[in-house]
């Protein structure tokens, strides 16, 4: 089971965007997310008529490693660590490491 998921709030911890938050567009395979308007680049593209694509400098968002965000809590109103644990009925459900509090049900 993934610590983070699509749609999961988060909060940058290290790097230019450090404490900005963010949701979870997309998780990469390689332990990578899309964070929305997180890790912001430039994307010159060319026109393409037969597609109907203007060309431009487009803004979006590059990968970030998985290690520099956390999941954010809205209980304590920052970012904190997240386990994964069995419960009674046999379902996994990630929890937050400080509190113990359930994050998915």
Same mark, same amino acid.
């Given at each position: 089971? $993934?610590? %983070?998921?699509?749609?999961?709030? @988060?909060?940058?911890? +290290?790097?230019?965007?450090?404490?900005?938050?963010? =949701?979870? %567009? $997309? @998780? %990469? &395979?390689?332990? $990578? #997310?899309?964070?929305? *308007?997180?890790?912001? @680049?430039? $994307?010159?593209?060319?026109? *393409?008529?037969?597609?109907?694509?203007?060309?431009?400098?487009?803004?979006? !968002? =590059? &990968?970030?490693?998985?290690? *520099?965000? =956390?999941?954010? *809590?809205? =209980? +304590?109103?920052?970012? !904190?660590?997240?386990? @994964?644990?069995? %419960? !009674?009925?046999?379902?996994?459900?990630?929890?937050?490491?400080? +509190?113990? !509090?359930?994050?998915? #049900?």
């Amino acid at each position: 089971m $993934r610590k %983070l998921r699509k749609g999961d709030q @988060v909060v940058v911890l +290290t790097g230019k965007d450090k404490g900005k938050q963010g =949701a979870v %567009l $997309r @998780v %990469l &395979p390689d332990q $990578r #997310l899309l964070v929305e *308007n997180v890790n912001m @680049v430039k $994307r010159h593209t060319r026109p *393409n008529p037969n597609k109907g694509v203007t060309g431009g400098i487009l803004d979006k !968002e =590059a &990968p970030i490693h998985i290690s *520099n965000v =956390a999941l954010y *809590n809205s =209980a +304590t109103g920052k970012g !904190e660590r997240v386990g @994964v644990k069995m %419960l !009674e009925d046999g379902r996994k459900v990630r929890y937050f490491k400080r +509190t113990g !509090e359930v994050v998915d #049900l």
